[in-house]
Nanobody
Framework: QVQLVESGGGLVQAGGSLRLSCAASGSISSINNMGWYRQAPGKQRELVAVITSGGSTNYADSVEDRFTISRDNAKKTVYLQMNSLKPDDTAVYYC??????????????WGKGTLVTVSS
């Protein structure tokens, strides 16, 4: 069984920083793309950033130059460094990963989310 567990959310003042982590565990053969999404109250879930297994990255325009996604393949973990946070960044942040398991099945997994609150 595969699971993703996020950590690092919390309350921060505008202009501050937070670092989110998401660790994958279970019957994992390999991990392809890993990403971060967020969902603010009353809004749809949106892409924040994605990173390929080779390290290529892509960001939403709203977080470009403020957020950095990275991964440690040995630890099966993806990170999101968030700087210059704004109240509009307040949301539940979810990680996902496209994982190949021991039975060679490929599936997109999601974590349960971690809340980030940015106060003005």
């Amino acid at each position: 069984q595969v699971q993703l567990v996020e950590s690092g959310g919390g309350l921060v003042q505008a202009g501050g920083s937070l670092r989110l982590s998401c660790a994958a565990s279970g019957s994992i053969s390999s991990i392809n793309n890993m990403g971060w999404y967020r969902q603010a109250p009353g809004k749809q879930r949106e892409l924040v950033a994605v990173i390929t297994s080779g390290g290529s990255t892509n960001y939403a325009d709203s977080v470009e130059d403020r957020f950095t996604i990275s991964r440690d393949n040995a630890k099966k973990t993806v990170y999101l460094q968030m700087n210059s946070l704004k109240p509009d960044d307040t949301a539940v942040y979810y990680c996902n990963a496209r994982i190949v398991d021991y039975y060679s099945a490929t599936r997109l997994y999601w974590g349960k989310g971690t809340l980030v609150t940015v106060s003005s």
